[in-house]
């Protein structure tokens, strides 16, 4: 650099007015003007923010050989000046010089033992693919400031570049339980282990973002692995555990479901009526009721079929209408108008899907129980026999039907 006119006429203020001349020539891009400019006030006053600025100039201008001389010069005056040598040292890795600037790196960090400094050798070390290095000075700085964007340089560099997957996990799960758990974090660890097959550890994670994010797209990963992988039973204990989870009763419902715990099951289902009056939950309270109970009273009997009945006619679903009739014919009591009244129900449901087999033995067995055999054994014959030997209660009704005498 050369500085220019060396002797001024004496000026009050002479080196605010080349500031002020510089930093307008910056506004208008006029980097030439505003190089002088700084350079005169430097003649005035040798502050070394004024070489600097210079050295910005050229660096924005992608000078790097010219900014690469002034980097050294000014380091000759000024050896320990960390941000003009950091930036000598982003030149020379610019222009692939690695061995100088690795030479600058290890002199910065004789001045300036921070994270700052051991994160740019750790940058050199990794451009020359030293990633032993590279990842020996990140811990170093990660040490100094354990922060997530370091914690994430280091990490990959393990994953990646070491193939050490193991360090990597360590690296983050031991940041989460010191410091804390970060979206960027929990994916990127959650995923390694889902590479991994690790399926368990990556609910866990999720689970932990879900806690800090409230995002129910984690909520939903946590239990897809749990169901996926059969543990049903931590399924149920997340979402016990979290009442803010998305539709968690009817979760829960279908997890009890899923369990073969009836009696759950039946709870969940009237808390979810209870809280939302769908009347597919009275239904299915009332015919897991009916399946689970040992004691078919003709009181117990009346009020499920109460239930069913409310269910049906809300909804005028086939199932509950098929279900309630066959119930009425089934447990009959000796009572023709019950039976009639019930084969009037499954009719209904008939409507609604005519060729289902259920449906239709429900209505041959109507038949059956009021003796009209010549019904009971049309009805029971539109039934596929491979669907009759499917089902053990529709063998024993058609064997019972074909037998039928009035």
């Not at 002034?70 to 040292?89: C, G, H, T």
């Not at 889902?194 to 994670?205: G, M, N, Q, T, V």
């Not at 399946?291 to 003709?298: A, D, L, Q, Y």
């Not at 009997?301 to 069913?308: G, K, R, V």
Request: glycine fraction near 2%.
């Amino acid at each position: 650099m050369t500085l220019k006119n060396p002797n001024f006429k004496e000026v009050e203020n002479l080196e605010d007015i080349f500031i002020i001349q510089a930093y307008a020539a910056l506004d208008t891009n006029d980097y030439d003007s505003a190089q002088t400019a700084f350079a005169n006030a430097y003649i005035i006053n040798p502050n070394p923010n004024y070489l600097k600025e210079i050295l910005g100039i050229l660096v924005a201008q992608n000078k790097l050989q010219e900014a690469q001389k002034e980097a050294y010069a000014f380091l000759e005056k000024y050896p320990k000046d960390e941000m003009v040598r950091s930036v000598l040292i982003g030149i020379l890795t610019n222009t692939k010089q690695f061995d100088l600037a690795l030479k600058e790196a290890k002199l910065l960090l004789q001045y300036h033992k921070n994270a700052e400094s051991y994160e740019l050798i750790s940058s050199v070390y990794f451009l020359r693919q030293d990633y032993k290095n590279a990842s020996k000075y990140l811990q170093l700085a990660y040490h100094l400031n354990p922060n997530p964007i370091l914690l994430d340089k280091l990490a990959t560099t393990h994953l990646l570049f070491l193939k050490d997957s193991k360090t990597a996990i360590s690296l983050y799960e031991t940041h989460i339980k010191t410091q804390e758990i970060t979206k960027s974090i929990g994916d990127k660890l959650a995923a390694i282990y889902l590479e991994s097959k690790l399926y368990l550890d990556a609910a866990r994670i999720y689970a932990l973002l879900f806690e800090e994010t409230n995002a129910q797209d984690y909520a939903r990963l946590v239990l897809e692995i749990y169901t996926k992988t059969k543990h049903l039973d931590l399924a149920e204990s997340f979402l016990l555990k979290h009442s803010n989870i998305a539709m968690r009763n009817a979760l829960l419902f279908e997890i009890y479901r899923l369990q073969k715990d009836t009696q759950k099951t039946i709870k969940q289902a009237e808390i979810i009526y209870q809280n939302t009056q769908d009347s597919n939950f009275l239904a299915y309270k009332a015919m897991l009721s009916y399946e689970n109970s040992k004691t078919r009273t003709k009181t117990y009997l009346q009020a499920i079929e109460n239930d069913l009945k409310e269910a049906a006619l809300k909804t005028n679903e086939a199932l509950y209408w098929n279900y309630l009739g066959y119930l009425m014919i089934d447990h009959d009591f000796n009572d023709s108008m019950r039976i009639q009244k019930g084969i009037k129900y499954v009719q209904k449901a008939l409507e609604e899907d005519p060729s289902n087999a259920y449906y239709l033995d429900s209505l041959a067995w109507g038949y059956f129980k009021l003796k009209d055999c010549q019904n009971a054994k049309t009805i029971i014959e539109k039934i596929p026999n491979s669907e009759i030997q499917k089902e053990e209660e529709l063998k024993t009704h058609y064997k019972k039907i074909l037998n039928c005498n009035p």
